[in-house]
């Protein structure tokens, strides 16, 4: 599942990476509206991967302090450190190292950057991604 999440202002920037603009989310759920489900499914994860995880760790704690909601206490896993300090990829954008693990990638859509980001974790870990 993936859902849309409405900002608390109209206004937001990089619309020309992501294509996502104010109607598209005028009427989305609140991050608050989305937490319990989102709470729920973050319950027992051992960590969370992302590409340049610092980012993804400030928007999800910045939301979360936004909300009066507490920070969940779990660990980022950062695939563009693990691509280049492990798999010796370079650059290590996402698009190059999903060119270079032969991982498909439709970059800035969140389901494929986030399969992207498991197959990394699995490449990493000298897995086969699994579908």
């Known amino acids: 599942m993936s859902s ?4 608390p ?4 920037v990089f619309t020309d990476l992501h ?9 989305a ?11 729920q499914w973050l319950r027992g994860v051992q960590f969370l991967a ?4 610092a980012f993804d760790r400030g928007v999800l704690e910045a939301c979360c302090r936004t909300n009066g909601l507490a920070v969940p206490d ?12 492990i798999l010796g990829i370079r650059p290590a954008r996402l698009e ?9 990638l439709n970059h800035h859509q969140a389901g494929s950057d986030a399969e992207a980001c498991a197959r990394i974790i699995l490449a990493a870990r000298g897995q086969a991604y699994r579908p």
């Open 74 to 85: 779990i660990p980022f896993q950062c695939t563009f450190r693990i691509a280049r300090r």
């Open 96 to 104: 190059c190292v999903c060119d270079a693990l032969g991982i498909p």
């Open 29 to 39: 759920p609140t991050f608050r509206q989305l937490w319990p489900i989102l709470n």
């Open 9 to 12: 202002r109209p206004y937001f």
């Open 50 to 53: 992302a590409h340049n995880a």
């Open 19 to 27: 294509g996502i603009t104010w109607n598209m989310v005028r009427n």
């Open 4 to 7: 849309l999440i409405r900002p």
